[in-house]
């Protein structure tokens, strides 16, 4: 109850401006994946195999159907008539009664495929999470790198604009003027190419949450970041319980084994009973009331190569889980070394280094034009601070990212 209402909230706040026609919308991570639930359609569709799943077990519950049979006299030679009731007509009733386990066990199977297409969904679930969060993250990049780019260029404007004076004046070569100029169209030229990467994921995270592409989104920074390094075993552990489609691969297996176990039953016919309550003019005693028994003679086939099929999946589906389980483990052990990789690389940016980073962006506007540095130091400087600032947003990414990729290996959140 109080996750449903969390999610309703998150929701309600994140729409309230998209609603009241401001095409400006502002997500955090976390209303983004709320927002991807409720709107994504390839999840919407996949929740209609599961109603056909459900419907399909309501099916295998279901009994056999009677079968009413009327038989009586189309014409008489004798009376020349049609339809003669009074001569001779005849009622049964056939019911076909499955033995040897034939319903439980169709039930049974039935009930195992409804769990293995749920885990199907939670598979499709997994992934559409992950891949909402790695959209998510490539944008956000790309909007930090575009406000760094018109930080900088609002710097360079700046400094061009004293310039220009100063060269009308004769204190500034004209060869300075250009080159920084130069600087500037190479710094927006950047800056454009990583606006069409940013239109571009930002486009397909449109799609994924099903936006309207006249929205606006901002994206906003994460609160906290993920630098806690959870032991392999236990990220183990979580994975064979929570990843869906290691999951499925058990659940096939038990789908297999109850498939053979079906086969081998439907080798065994099936026993009509019928009932006659009366039969009027085709026995000897007249009214004649009667029962019926039937069943199939296993004379030709004995169901045997739908058996070896059966067995032949079921042996498969062992494989594939053993499969799915060295892929699991793999999967999970490479994912958490590439996390603390990373998280090293990141913890190289201490926060004394950017401030002092920042500092020297800071001043370097006003040294340069109080001729405090000349023109390669003032551009040198503004290329180390772009260059840290880019670094230091790139690995914040990829921290992130690695963080979800754990995530995604073990099929539950993890990390933050």
């Not at 309703?8 to 639930?37: E, I, N």
């Not at 962006?361 to 390669?376: D, F, G, R, V």
Request: one cysteine or more.
């Amino acid at each position: 109850m109080g996750s449903r209402t969390l999610g309703f909230l998150v929701l309600w706040c994140c729409f309230f401006k998209y609603a009241s026609g401001q095409d400006t919308l502002r997500l955090s991570l976390v209303q983004a994946k709320a927002l991807m639930l409720k709107q994504n359609l390839q999840l919407v569709a996949s929740h209609f195999d599961l109603e056909a799943s459900e419907a399909n077990l309501l099916q295998a519950r279901a009994w056999n159907n009677p079968y009413f049979n009327w038989n009586q006299d189309l014409y008489s030679v004798e009376k020349n008539k049609y339809l003669n009731f009074q001569n001779q007509f005849l009622v049964q009733i056939d019911q076909v009664f499955s033995i040897a386990g034939k319903y439980t066990k169709t039930v049974k199977l039935a009930k195992l495929e409804n769990i293995g297409n749920r885990f199907l969904v939670q598979d499709i679930l997994r992934a559409l999470l992950y891949e909402c969060a790695l959209l998510y993250q490539e944008t956000l990049l790309l909007q930090s790198k575009q406000a760094l780019y018109r930080e900088s260029e609002e710097g360079y404007r700046m400094v061009i604009q004293s310039a220009q004076k100063q060269s009308e004046l004769g204190f500034l070569a004209n060869k300075e003027l250009i080159r920084l100029q130069s600087e500037l169209l190479a710094l927006r030229t950047e800056s454009s190419q990583s606006a069409a990467a940013m239109h571009h994921a930002m486009g397909q995270l449109k799609m994924l949450l099903h936006l309207r592409p006249d929205v606006e989104l901002v994206l906003e920074e994460p609160d906290t970041l993920p630098m806690e390094v959870p032991s392999l075993t236990n990220l183990m552990a979580k994975g064979e319980s929570n990843r869906a489609d290691y999951l499925w691969s058990l659940n096939q297996i038990q789908v297999g084994e109850a498939q053979v176990q079906l086969q081998k039953a439907k080798a065994i016919p099936d026993i009509t009973l019928g009932y006659q309550p009366k039969d009027r003019g085709s026995n000897y005693v007249r009214p004649y009331s009667g029962i019926e028994l039937g069943f199939e003679l296993p004379l030709f086939h004995r169901n045997v190569g739908n058996i070896k099929a059966a067995q032949a999946q079921f042996k498969k589906a062992e494989i594939e889980a053993q499969r799915k389980e060295n892929q699991l483990m793999n999967e999970i052990a490479s994912s958490l070394k590439s996390f603390v990789e990373i998280k090293k690389s990141f913890e190289r940016f201490s926060s004394s280094f950017l401030e002092e980073v920042d500092g020297l962006q800071k001043s370097a506007e006003q040294n340069y034009l109080k001729k405090n540095i000349n023109i390669l130091e003032y551009i040198d400087l503004k290329r180390i601070y772009l260059q840290n600032r880019m670094q230091y947003l790139e690995v914040r990414s990829q921290l992130l990212e690695s963080a979800g990729k754990v995530n995604f290996t073990v099929g539950t959140e993890i990390l933050p």
